[in-house]
């Protein structure tokens, strides 16, 4: 049976896409051994800069360079205006969600949503339970994939609204592009998106606590340098111009959270921090973190701090929550949901159950918690054995997994070690939730390099490309 798979720059009879019609006759006229030897100097530069990741469960302090496609992802400024309302209601929602789960449960009442699903989830924090956070506002920073599917339209696959990361990745791409084929850009009106630093540090000043009128102090709260995206955390530091701390640099006096500096303490106002929760605060979580502020908590509780994402976000981009985003859309905005779900199958439920266990072949199988594209089966890219050992996993714990119909992700030509050859990809948007909600235009595009492959995560093979916006 063959697929139809959506081609991000040629159509079903293989003419190049209006929009990609400038790229397509620069690439033909560019001999091959300029891009080879353009390709070779991006790698070089991407290890001078430091661009890697660290792979948990490899030996220690071994990094990898994600690789780096030349050839960009092109979106149109039409589409991308429809996928940016999509994008602004669905953070909108989710938003509204955890303001209410904290404070009313109206969803949970009215019976939109199991409570069981929502106050027995692992991420449910009961110490957010009532807490007033300053502008109302959970997820600051919303990291929601996207994927095309064979008829040309978008789904959001996930919302990452915990610690999502990538934007780096984003930042330094287009920088790249620009650097190698400044030429491009004469041809083309492309969206800007080095911008991001300025808005997100203009985002988290907005939400500072409340009677904290004036120049806000915004620091980065990072695990440390072990953590697999500490380049990241560097980065948007230094290009934000604000402090890059660990837990051991913060301490709570009277509520009130304060950085050591060389001039003594400092008030902080606000926390970006890429800290699961669990690990944030050692008197409310998780006892032997070493990687927190005791005391944390109670200061936010309090009001005088403003942590972004919020404590208490993850039930929200929960694989077992995602089902119900767009009845939330619709009982807290009163529309109709812009952008779809991927259908999904709550294994929990026996009907879903027993349709999963007919089709394993067919589906994709996510654990709930699970994340980094780890913990799942893609039944039509797995042996019998593997499918089988899976099932005995669904089989032990049903509620753990949800499955989805595997979708016809676009693909997008991409260079590898053959030659020019499609390969399938995602899209990650970057939301800023603060007075109002903003975005960069595009995002991180991710591409699965291995032929076939239809998981994009770069711990699991995965490269990026530059995403472009065109202006007109």
Not at 189 to 204: C, F, G, Q, R, S
Not at 247 to 261: E, N, P, S
Request: hydrophobic share 40%; proline share 6%; with cysteine.
């Amino acid at each position: 049976m063959s697929i139809n798979f959506y081609n991000e720059m040629y159509d079903a009879s293989g003419a190049v896409r209006p929009h990609y019609r400038a790229y397509a006759d620069w690439l033909a006229a560019t001999p091959a051994e300029k891009i080879a030897r353009k390709r070779a100097e991006a790698d070089i530069a991407f290890h001078r800069v430091g661009i890697t990741f660290a792979v948990y469960g490899e030996e220690a302090g071994k990094e990898r360079l994600i690789p780096f496609d030349i050839i960009p992802r092109i979106i149109p400024a039409d589409e991308w205006t429809q996928l940016q309302k999509g994008l602004r209601q669905r953070v909108k929602a989710l938003n509204a969600f955890l303001h209410d789960i904290y404070h009313e449960q109206a969803i949970l009442k009215a019976g939109h949503i199991p409570r069981e699903q929502v106050l027995n989830n692992a991420q449910f924090r009961p110490e957010m339970m009532g807490v007033d956070v300053a502008a109302g506002i959970y997820a600051h920073i919303a990291g929601v994939d996207l994927v095309r599917a064979g008829g040309g339209e978008f789904y959001v696959l996930e919302d990452n609204l915990r610690v999502p990361s990538g934007v780096s990745y984003m930042i330094e791409d287009r920088k790249m592009t620009m650097r190698l084929f400044p030429e491009l850009f004469s041809r083309h009106k492309i969206a800007p998106v080095a911008h991001y630093p300025d808005m997100l540090l203009e985002n988290l000043r907005t939400v500072a606590p409340h009677g904290v009128e004036k120049d806000p102090t915004v620091v980065l709260l990072t695990p440390g340098a072990y953590n697999s995206a500490y380049f990241e955390h560097t980065f948007l530091a230094q290009q934000m111009g604000v402090e890059l701390v660990e837990g051991r640099d913060l301490f709570v006096k009277d509520d009130t959270v304060f950085m050591r500096t060389t001039q003594g303490p400092q008030r902080v106002d606000v926390i970006y921090r890429r800290l699961d929760d669990d690990f944030l605060d050692p008197l409310a979580f998780r006892k032997d973190s070493m990687l927190g502020v005791p005391g944390l908590l109670s200061a936010y509780r309090a009001g005088r701090v403003t942590l972004a994402n919020a404590i208490g976000t993850g039930v929200a981009d929960d694989k077992s929550i995602y089902p119900y985003v767009p009845d939330m859309v619709r009982f807290y905005l009163g529309e109709e949901p812009l952008l779809n779900n991927v259908p999904t199958y709550m294994l929990r439920k026996p009907d879903d159950l027993q349709y999963a266990l007919d089709h394993l072949p067919e589906l994709v199988v996510k654990e709930v918690h699970g994340a980094g594209g780890y913990g799942m089966l893609v039944g039509p890219a797995s042996t019998k054995t593997q499918i089988e050992d899976f099932r005995q996993r669904i089989l032990a714990a049903p509620e753990k997994y949800i499955a989805q119909p595997t979708l016809a992700l676009s693909n997008c030509p991409t260079f590898v070690e053959s030659g020019i050859a499609p390969r399938h990809l995602d899209l990650r948007p970057f939301v800023l939730s603060g007075k109002e909600i903003q975005m960069v235009p595009g995002g991180l595009t991710r591409v699965a390099l291995r032929e076939g492959s239809l998981v994009v995560n770069s711990s699991q093979g995965g490269g990026t490309k530059d995403t472009w916006v065109l202006e007109d």
